[in-house]
Antibody, heavy 120, light 108 residues
Framework: QVQLVESGGGVVQPGRSLRLSCAAS????????MHWVRQAPGKGLEWVAV????????YYADSVKGRFTISRDNSKNTLYLQMNTLRAEDTAVYYC?????????????WGQGTLVTVSS | EIVMTQSPATLSVSPGERATLSCRAS??????LAWYQQKPGQAPRLLIY???ARATGIPARFSGSGSGTEFTLTISSLQSEDFAVYYC??????????FGGGTKVEIK
């Protein structure tokens, strides 16, 4: 069965960096686009970034462009999100998710999420 | 960016009753519309894609309809496990993928 397990969350000061990881299993990771989606406490879902199956194409939400970098290691079945210059408004649960359909635009499976808290 | 608007924000329904949730897009998304269910402390789960196709393992009491800018999720007879927050999301014009603000279905 599809499993996505995020890690790397924690408490970090504003302006600092953090890297999230997502370990995938139960499917051929290298064949799928992958997304990061976040959810601030008590709020709705916000799409953050996507990476194509071959890591050639990457797209970001305007709110994180230039600060966050999505990457993947298909040999390790792992997705990453490097988050730099963190702000209080980046505080959220970060979910990794699998994308299907033509360009990976439909999200079908989600991990359980990892909480990132940006606070001094 | 396509803005997704869900209504109502909260829906109070008795078990066994029908629930009707609405989602509106700021411009046409054709049928590229998904619905997700999220329970407290859990990840979202895909219910409906292509506006009306049920995802694997989703009970037949969940149905989706609509196209263009107006969409509906109907739960024909609410079970206790259906009380949750429901999000619509368009994947027609992206990036970015955009979600509605959610509808919380609570016990009346």
């Amino acid at each position: 069965q599809v499993q996505l397990v995020e890690s790397g969350g924690g408490v970090v000061q504003p302006g600092r960096s953090l890297r999230l990881s997502c370990a995938a299993s139960g499917f051929t990771f290298s064949s799928y686009a992958m997304h990061w989606v976040r959810q601030a406490p008590g709020k709705g879902l916000e799409w953050v970034a996507v990476i194509s199956f071959d890591a050639i194409n990457k797209y970001y939400a305007d709110s994180v462009k230039g600060r966050f970098t999505i990457s993947r290691d298909n040999s390790k079945n792992t997705l990453y999100l490097q988050m730099n210059t963190l702000r209080a408004e980046d505080t959220a649960v970060y979910y990794c998710a699998r994308g299907i359909a033509a360009a990976g635009e439909l999200i079908d499976y989600w991990g359980q999420g990892t909480l990132v808290t940006v606070s001094s | 960016e396509i803005v997704m608007t869900q209504s109502p924000a909260t829906l109070s329904v008795s078990p066994g009753e029908r629930a009707t949730l609405s989602c509106r897009a700021s411009q046409s998304v054709n049928s590229n519309l998904a619905w997700y269910q999220q329970k407290p402390g859990q990840a979202p789960r895909l219910l409906i894609y292509g506006a009306s196709a049920r995802a694997t393992g989703i009970p037949a009491r969940f149905s989706g309809s609509g196209s263009g800018t107006e969409f509906t999720l109907t739960i024909s007879s609410l079970q206790s496990e259906d009380f949750a927050v429901y999000y619509c999301q368009q994947y027609n014009n992206w990036p970015p993928l955009t979600f509605g603000g959610g509808t919380k279905v609570e016990i009346k």
